[in-house]
């Protein structure tokens, strides 16, 4: 069983920065995507940012230039940076840890952008 433990959420204006964290617990092997994805009101889940464990990356246009992904070496927490911050980008955020067969998500942390 694999839990996911997200941090870092909560409220910021507009033009500032913050850092999500989720950390993986249990029977943590044959990951092989990290990311992050987020849900705004009345809107479908959406890509934010993944990484995988060929270094390769993959960033939403939304985001791109103001985000960075990054883990851990263990592989077992995935970090998020948003900078630049817009109302837009006010949302839950979730993480989530892919094998080939399964994949886990977090239960969610808000992030609000607002002045």
């Known amino acids: 069983q694999v839990q996911l433990a997200e941090s870092g959420g909560g409220s910021v204006q507009p033009g500032g920065s913050l850092r999500l964290s989720c950390t993986a617990s249990?029977?943590?092997?044959?990951?092989?995507?990290l990311g992050w994805y987020r849900q705004a009101p009345g809107k479908e889940r959406e890509l934010v940012a993944v990484t995988f464990t060929g270094g390769q990356r993959k960033i939403a246009e939304a985001v791109d230039g103001r985000c960075t992904i990054s883990r851990d070496g263990a592989g077992t927490t995935v970090y998020l940076r948003l900078n630049s911050l817009k109302p837009e980008d006010t949302a839950v955020y979730y993480c989530?840890?892919?094998?080939?067969?399964?994949?886990?998500w977090g239960q969610g942390t808000q992030v609000t952008v607002s002045s």
């Open positions: 989530t840890f892919k094998t080939q067969s399964e994949e886990y």
């Open positions: 249990g029977s943590i092997f044959g990951f092989y995507a």
